[in-house]
């Protein structure tokens, strides 16, 4: 329950970005092409949850080192893991993997996988999608999605190669998101830039607030904050909720083979 509510926190920030196209096979639709300075392969980000004031758990979040082939596609392989820690693991064992295919220039999906496995709670999900007829299949389902729909990993990954440049405090932003076999519409709120304090040092963040469906996930819509890192990696650096049983918070504790400098404050 915990991962994938941190999940869908760290992986649906908002994106606006420059786009243009590469030239596909004869007579079928032109994907975007995605300018990425953000991230590689070989990308490891670790981070430690706490619950109140106890550590709970742990999560990682790792570019495979090799590109894979989607049809012609050359794709990055994203590996996301999340597990509970000491008395948590008594009372509510967390033990989750989620895994997304994503094209390596238009930064969109192609296999989404779920292993999850939470107390007594288990779901095994494969989701592929097809962004030439813009549709989405699971194994109980197959549903039109909007264009470029983005999964729960690849959200995060997408919304790294924003420019926010000419963002200003209080602009919303809307991404499309797939979960459950459903299309979830997020709106994402701008709020500045601030110093946060980490395992790593003090990083200058930039500051987002998501605004989901009240009931489904948070208690209400805006009660939900995010940090990534005030640079070209936008490496999230804590996200903290009030959620219907309490808080979560995530920090960012490591990280390994970043593209750019962090931005570390002076």
């Excluded at 953000?38 to 981070?47: I, T």
């Excluded at 570019?63 to 008594?90: H, I, N, Q, S």
């Excluded at 996988?113 to 007594?120: A, D, F, L, N, P």
């Excluded at 470029?148 to 932003?173: C, H, M, N, P, W």
Aim: with cysteine; aromatic share 12%; hydrophobic share 40%.
């Amino acid at each position: 329950m915990h991962m994938k509510k941190i999940l869908i926190a760290a992986f649906v920030l908002l994106s606006y970005t420059a786009q243009s196209s590469e030239p596909q096979e004869p007579g079928t639709k032109v994907l975007r092409t995605i300018q990425n300075d953000a991230f590689r392969q070989g990308e490891k980000l670790k981070f430690r949850i706490h619950y109140g004031f106890l550590d709970a758990g742990e999560a990682s979040l790792e570019v495979m080192p090799a590109l894979e082939k989607f049809g012609p596609r050359e794709c990055y392989r994203v590996v996301g893991t999340g597990r509970t820690l000491g008395a948590f693991d008594w009372f509510f064992k967390v033990r989750d993997r989620y895994e997304s295919v994503i094209d390596k220039h238009a930064i969109v999906p192609w296999l989404f996988i779920r292993r999850v496995k939470e107390g007594s709670y288990t779901k095994n999900q494969n989701v592929s999608f097809n962004h030439y007829q813009d549709s989405a299949k699971s194994e109980k389902a197959t549903i039109a999605i909007p264009e470029y729909t983005q999964d729960l990993v690849s959200a995060f990954y997408y919304a790294r190669t924003i420019d926010f440049a000419t963002a200003k405090e209080g602009d919303i932003f809307p991404i499309n998101g797939y979960l459950d076999d459903e299309i979830l519409p997020l709106n994402i709120k701008y709020l500045g830039k601030e110093k946060i304090k980490s395992k790593v040092g003090w990083i200058n963040c930039i500051k987002f607030r998501p605004m989901l469906s009240e009931g489904r996930v948070f208690k209400e819509q805006e009660d939900m904050t995010i940090w990534v890192s005030d640079d070209k990696n936008r490496v999230p650096v804590r996200v903290q909720t009030d959620i219907l049983v309490g808080s979560i918070k995530m920090d960012l504790v490591s990280y390994e083979n970043l593209v750019n400098e962090l931005s570390l404050a002076r």
